[in-house]
């Protein structure tokens, strides 16, 4: 992520780029796969085309959720582009 004047970030990053980039993987992968494949065939294809765009992720990745300043659990996500090694 790069700091800038992105819309909708309290932090002040621009997600601008990651989120075009992203998105049209995505749409890649719908486009050549169809709509009629288990999640799990996506998720192998996305891989596919994150690593084919260059973009860090991290699979699988675990991530805390917070309540009132308190982690009270943690969930699985496919994808994590945000913490990404």
């Given amino acids: 992520m790069t700091e800038g004047t992105g819309p909708g970030s309290r932090k002040g990053y621009d997600f601008e780029r990651l989120s075009y980039e992203v998105f049209g993987a ?14 799990v065939d996506y998720q192998r294809a996305l ?30 996500v496919d994808f994590d582009l945000g913490r990404a090694r």
């Fill in 26 to 39: 995505c749409i890649a992968v719908q486009r050549k796969m169809g709509v009629h494949c288990m999640e």
């Fill in 47 to 76: 891989e596919l085309e994150l690593k084919a765009r260059g973009l860090q992720y991290e699979r699988e990745a675990e991530i805390p959720v917070a309540y009132d300043g308190h982690v009270v659990t943690k969930r699985r």
